[in-house]
């Protein structure tokens, strides 16, 4: 009886040791396959918390109504706090959409951002997160008769593996499965193939010479013969779907000898980007341009240094219509109408 009870109790401390050990993993598995309401994309998420810790907790948001929805899942952190692995939010009212641009792009436009590849309706904002922007069939029109669109915010944690592939496929699971639980009704967005990952919008974006960039969204610069090939770069920050983005073009400084960006162009897609340029100090109406695509505005302008070299001023203005000229004919937009 003594030897029963004493392998019993040997029994119970062995499985409550297995037990304390194996709870963490236990609450891990639970995690990746409830949170955000059992949207994640296990595989990938694992592949984003690669740095050992294990998940604590895990939060989700639906207001319907008011057309938002979000939800987050955090690393273990601290006694004082968690680090969080994501977060997304999803809006599909104009106004929290127009919220949300604002605050990426609160003054010129020209802040820090990266583009994502080809067919992907999104951008990388210079807080790193991922953004889409996709329109809602299944919402109609607001009240101004324009098209109802769901914008969504993917921001991943500061110890989350963000520049892999698992990242684009976390981002678009949750944009998808935002649509679904708004009632968006947008075609559901595909995942890169291959090995594209985000890229750090606060990096120096690669450039290429102005004859390699034929063929790119940028490559329109090549076929005006107003930069001199020799002498420029490019940097294509901008895709087919997107809706923002720029085509950046650097020479060397004539006092430093360092190669700088001389001339930016703009694209901004949708009635928000009206206010970018609304401020006649903040933009001369000879650098901007406007065009109507998908029954929105449409914004594009040039930011250029004083001294761009061998670049006139009726030249710069030259390039900025050749620049919105090739946006209204990749994006079938009417009415192109040049500042100034």
């Known amino acids: 009886m003594r030897r029963w009870v004493k392998v019993s109790v040997s029994a119970a401390v062995v499985l409550g040791v297995g037990g304390w050990i194996a709870a963490p993993y236990a ?31 895990a939060t989700s948001a639906s207001h319907e109504v008011l057309g938002d929805y979000g939800c987050s899942l955090d690393f273990e952190g601290d006694e004082l706090r968690s680090d969080r692995l994501l977060m997304m939010e999803a809006y599909t009212r104009r106004d929290d959409v127009d919220r949300e641009l604002k605050t990426v792009f609160p003054e010129t436009g020209f802040d820090d951002m990266a583009p994502m590849p080809d067919g992907l309706p999104g951008f990388i904002d210079q807080f790193g997160a991922l953004q889409f922007l996709v329109p809602c069939p299944a919402l109609g029109e607001d009240d101004e008769g324009r098209q109802r669109r769901m914008l969504v915010r993917t921001q991943l944690g500061r110890d989350t593996l963000w520049g892999t592939p698992a990242a684009y496929e976390t981002a678009v699971t949750l944009t998808n499965s935002a649509s679904e639980r708004l009632g968006c009704g947008a075609e559901p967005l595909k995942t890169p193939g291959g ?104 914004t594009f302008a040039l930011s250029a240094a004083k001294d761009a070299p061998g670049v006139s001023e009726a030249e710069k203005r030259k390039l900025l219509a050749a620049f919105a000229e090739e946006q209204v004919r990749q994006r079938g937009c009417s009415d192109l109408r040049l500042g100034g």
């Not at 901008?238 to 000898?257: I, K, L």
Request: one cysteine or more; aromatic letters at 8%; charged letters at 25%.
């Open 27 to 57: 609450q891990d598995w639970w995690l990746l396959r409830t949170a955000c309401d059992g949207a994640l994309p296990v595989d990938a998420v694992r592949e984003l918390g690669r740095n050992g810790s294990h998940f604590k907790d």
């Open 195 to 298: 090995d594209a990952a985000p890229v750090n919008p606060e990096a120096d974006p690669r450039t290429v010479s102005l004859a390699e960039s034929a063929g790119t969204a940028c490559g329109w610069a090549s076929e005006t013969d107003l930069l001199d090939k020799s002498r420029w770069r490019v940097a294509t920050l901008m895709n087919d779907a997107g809706p923002v983005g720029r085509c950046d073009f650097s020479a060397r400084h004539a006092d430093s000898g360092e190669m700088e960006t001389q001339l930016s162009f703009a694209a901004w897609y949708g009635d928000w980007s009206s206010r970018l340029i609304a401020e006649e100090d903040r933009w001369p109406a000879a650098r901007t341009a406007t065009a109507r695509c998908d029954g929105e505005a449409a």
